[in-house]
Each structure stands twice: as structure tokens, then as C-alpha cells.
């Protein structure tokens, strides 16, 4: 999966994580946090460095090339069924989509 997939998705999962969701998704997306935490890190960290080393188109050049890194978190979607009450936008919804499968009841 790409990084950006994964960093795009970070304030969407931030939304979905602070609603009342089932226990099961709950606790499937709570076991991958960590993971993608360690590819936020790596992001940061990365992005740090190439400020410090780089300027201009150089370290836009460099920043798009580790936006375009492959990271090795390739789980399926976990299933969550949509309930009335959910609180997330179109683009919450497209930002998750290779993390959570949203499903009808």
C-alpha cells in the first residue's frame, strides 16, 4: 500500500475511531493501529529528513517520491456495517475504503 493511501486516511480514521462502532470492528482496527502508526512514523521521521537536506523542487521532488513509497501493511478491509448515527463524511468514506469495508444491515 502506498503511504499516502495510508496518511490520507489518518484523519478519517481518527473520526471513525471516536465513534461508537461494534466491538468486532472496534477491536480489528484497534489491533492494526499500531502498524499504522509505525508507517506514520516512518513518514514523519523521512519527511523530517528531507526537509533538513533539501529545498525548493528538490525537496518537493523528494517528498513526492516518499509519498509514492510502497509500505509492506497490505491487511483486507475489515467489514463494519453502517448503522444510523454514524458521523462521517463522502470523503471519510473514500479515505478508508482500502481499510474498512462499509457494509448495509
Known amino acids: ?5 495510508i496518511i490520507n486516511a489518518v484523519p478519517a480514521m481518527q473520526r471513525l475511531c471516536a465513534e461508537r462502532i461494534d466491538i468486532a470492528a472496534a477491536y480489528q ?3 492494526r493501529l499500531p502498524e499504522l502508526d509505525k508507517c506514520i512514523g516512518f513518514f514523519n521521521a523521512e519527511r523530517e529528513k528531507i526537509l533538513a537536506a533539501y529545498e525548493g523542487r528538490e525537496a518537493e521532488a523528494k517528498l513526492r517520491e ?7 501493511y497490505d491487511k483486507p478491509p475489515i467489514p463494519l456495517k453502517v448503522k ?5 463524511s463522502v470523503n471519510d468514506i473514500s479515505a478508508l475504503a482500502e481499510f474498512i469495508k462499509f457494509e448495509e444491515e
Request: aromatic share 16%; hydrophobic share 45%.
Open 66 to 72: 516518499l509519498f509514492e513509497f510502497t509500505t509492506e
Open 29 to 31: 482496527i484497534h489491533k
Open 1 to 5: 500500500m502506498k503511504l499516502l493511501t
Open 84 to 88: 444510523p448515527g454514524f458521523s462521517l
